[in-house]
């Protein structure tokens, strides 16, 4: 590799299980679904998106579908630890393996 050329990161994601008590409900074609992770992706401008994903909450083999997080201050502040922490964990990797 040129080490005058530029490395291109074109996306960074992390999975974040959602802690029990901060998790909830939302429905998708008259099916209800149980959200209990987050997908937090960082933008190129150096901010952050979440989508959070569940499963139907009777059960089955119903798909992994995406929701928007709400807009609620426990969970705003769960997405930043959680970039905070992902970005200590970058920074301590170890090499490829």
Do not use: C
């Amino acid at each position: 590799m040129d080490e005058d050329e530029p490395i291109v990161v074109s996306a960074m994601a992390i999975n974040v299980s959602i802690p029990e008590p901060l998790r909830w409900t939302d429905s998708r074609r008259g099916q209800e679904f149980r959200l209990d992770t987050l997908n937090v992706r960082m933008l190129p401008d150096g901010h952050l998106a979440a989508k959070a994903y569940g499963r139907p909450v009777e059960g089955g083999r119903g798909a992994y579908v995406s929701f928007t997080v709400p807009d609620r201050p426990e969970l705003h502040a769960l997405v930043d630890a959680a970039g905070h922490r992902a970005a200590q964990v970058w920074a301590a990797h170890r090499g490829l393996r």
